[in-house]
């Protein structure tokens, strides 16, 4: 149990970047961009091909990112400049990718078991801190039996994340980043502001794209290997990482709502391990699972909001009918 | 400082709903000329508007903003030089942004965007000067969302974004016309005081007869496209609502048709 958590925080850290991703488009630009699906895997296969063919892993990663940035850009451009509706200018893009990544990979699936990773370089360099020992050995005294094999990656995962977050918090705050959010919150507004709102959506969903891309590019080589198939359905575990985080921890801030939107990626793999636990479920109900999360977290709100309200008036009725009772009406 | 050259916009040319919103229309304001524009619905003053701030680009005919030839450029170019008030109170901030960050947009209007920081403290102190002139104490709510004020409130605010920076032109369409009686007053004593202040070449669209004889040093007469009546200095301050009907009378040999107009 424990294992598989600790798993789930260590693959949820690095989703937590797509979700980052997908915060941007969905809900900074107002923006339901699908090319997601496609470009998460982009990013995978361009950081595979890179490093089979001899790129150092970081550069290669990068490179993915760097891949992921283009096609949400093309998406962007699809959408302000062929004025085709935001929805399809994503499906579309997601399509196209899908041939796309798979002449970058040449086939459905590159093992990356025996490349030398950024995990795999980070492993080698975290060996001689001892710090695996000291935690596991910790672990061990207070009782648990298996213990990671090792705490590398959370802990590097942990610097990046905060370095995202705090790029994208600060990012959003500039006069670039004001002008974007308003793109998302009232084009005509911004416009009357001298702001080029066609450009400001072609970087955003190119940027929401390059987070994808690069979460894609560290999953592939966590779970060693890139897969065409990779992306399916990863806009919707992207939105419940989004929604369950708001849901959750609150919208105040944008500092807030990033923070959010990376604990939800979190809580979504740590439910989804829980959840698979449980003897009538089988990995291929992941998806249902998924969607049966978003739902809860998109309803619950809403209802403990009606049930209080509901109760709000029920009291104050009750006061009112208590004080006609005393005043023997 | 604004010069309208032979401008005519037809919309659905070539259909049954072929409509010129624009005749041949010519104008030239001096820097720093308050101009107030009445007529009936349909008269052609939203496309007016449209026009110069390059929301629609013209059939034939140019338009030039301190001599400088600006009939293609896009609108968000020209921004730079023209505020605008929309008659929406929605329409002229970002509901889910806060005061300052509304102002901070607006402080870059005739600036390059840049990585820096919208919202800096030499900045929140300006920002909170220019809403103290506005008397609605929301230079104490810097950090309040605007969606949260009042239909007044946002377009006070509204009027002072598209203002501070002093652009060359101004143009206000109907901008008091979603408000109470009260409010709409307010914002009209605002809006002279800003326009005077700053000195702000203004075009205002208001369907208040009376407003638009007590407001600026000029005033515009539109119907079926066209500048029908064009009067300022003392012939305009001498001017009353019945003068304006009669002239309306005398061009168009028919009555002011539309009853919200004569109201007021
Ligand atoms: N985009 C458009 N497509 C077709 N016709 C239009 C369009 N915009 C305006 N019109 C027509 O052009 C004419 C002038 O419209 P405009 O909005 O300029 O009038 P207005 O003087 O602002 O009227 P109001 O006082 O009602 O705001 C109207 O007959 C209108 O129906
Ligand atoms: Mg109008």
């Known amino acids: ?329 | 400082m604004l010069q309208l050259l032979d401008i005519s916009v037809t919309f659905n040319e070539g259909t049954l709903d072929e409509k010129k919103a624009l005749n041949n229309i010519n104008l030239e304001l001096a820097e720093g000329e308050f101009v107030t524009v009445i007529g009936g619905n349909g008269a052609g003053k939203s496309t007016l508007m449209n026009v110069i701030s390059g929301v629609l680009t013209p059939d034939i005919g140019d338009v030039y903003i301190n001599k400088r030839q600006v009939t293609f450029l896009p609108e968000y170019k020209r921004a730079a030089y023209i505020g605008r008030v929309f008659q929406d109170p929605m329409a002229g901030t970002a509901p889910s942004m806060t005061i300052e960050e509304n102002l901070a947009m607006a402080y870059a209007r005739n600036k390059k965007r840049k990585l820096k920081l919208g919202v800096t403290k030499k900045r929140k102190e300006l920002f909170k000067e220019y809403l103290a002139t506005l008397n609605l104490g929301l230079e104490d709510r810097l950090n309040a969302k605007v969606g949260l004020l009042s239909g007044g409130e946002r377009q006070a605010l509204s009027l002072l974004m598209a203002t501070f920076t002093e652009p060359d032109i101004l143009l206000l369409d109907e901008h008091t016309a979603a408000l109470d009686p009260s409010r709409a007053e307010l914002v009209t004593k605002l809006t002279e005081e800003i326009v005077r202040k700053f000195e702000l070449t203004t075009l205002m669209v208001t369907h208040n007869m009376q407003q638009a004889l007590d407001l600026g040093d000029r005033l515009f007469m539109m119907d079926a496209g066209e500048i029908i009546f064009d009067v300022e200095g003392t012939e305009k301050q001498h001017l009353t609502i019945n003068d304006l009907l009669e002239e309306f009378r005398k061009r168009r040999g028919v009555q002011f048709e539309d009853d919200r107009s004569v109201l007021g």
């Open chain 1, 1 to 329: 149990m424990f294992i598989s958590v600790f798993g789930a925080i260590e693959s949820g850290i690095i989703y937590a970047i797509m979700a980052l991703g997908v915060y941007f488009s969905f809900r900074v630009l107002d923006f339901p961009d699908l090319t997601v699906d496609g470009s998460f895997v982009t990013g995978a296969a361009v950081a595979a091909i890179g490093m089979l063919n001899g790129v150092p892993a970081i550069l290669a990663t990068l490179l993915g990112a760097l891949a992921g940035f283009i096609a949400g850009c093309i998406t962007g451009i699809l959408h302000t400049k062929g004025k085709i509706n935001p929805l399809l200018s994503g499906i579309l893009m997601m399509i196209a990718l899908y041939s796309i990544n798979l002449r970058i990979m040449g086939t459905p699936n590159i093992s990356l078991r025996n490349v030398s990773t950024v995990w795999v370089q980070l492993q080698s360099l975290w060996e001689k801190t001892g710090i695996d020992q000291a935690l596991n050995g910790l672990l061990a005294a207070i009782g648990f039996a298996r213990t990671p094999s090792t705490w590398a990656i959370v802990f590097a995962m942990i610097i990046v994340v905060a370095i995202i977050k705090i790029l994208v918090d600060y990012y959003l705050k500039t006069e670039v980043g004001l002008a974007l959010r308003a793109t998302g919150d009232n084009k005509q507004m911004i416009r009357s502001f001298s702001a080029n709102t066609d450009t400001l959506i072609i970087i955003g969903i190119g940027l929401s794209n390059g987070l994808v891309a690069l979460s894609g590019a560290l999953i592939a080589q966590y779970s060693g290997f890139a897969d065409i198939g990779a992306g399916i359905g990863l806009i919707i575990i992207g939105l419940a990482s989004v929604i369950i985080g708001e849901a959750l921890f609150g919208t105040k801030t944008i500092a807030r709502t990033t923070l959010a939107v990376i604990s939800g990626a979190i809580i979504y793999r740590i439910v989804v391990v829980i959840a698979l636990r449980a003897n009538f479920l089988e990995t291929g109900d992941m998806r249902l699972i998924t969607a049966v999360l978003v739902i809860i977290a998109l309803v619950t709100p809403m209802y403990i909001q009606g049930r209080r309200e509901k109760a709000r008036r029920l009291k104050k009725r009750e006061a009112l009918a208590q004080q006609k009772k005393a005043e023997g009406v």
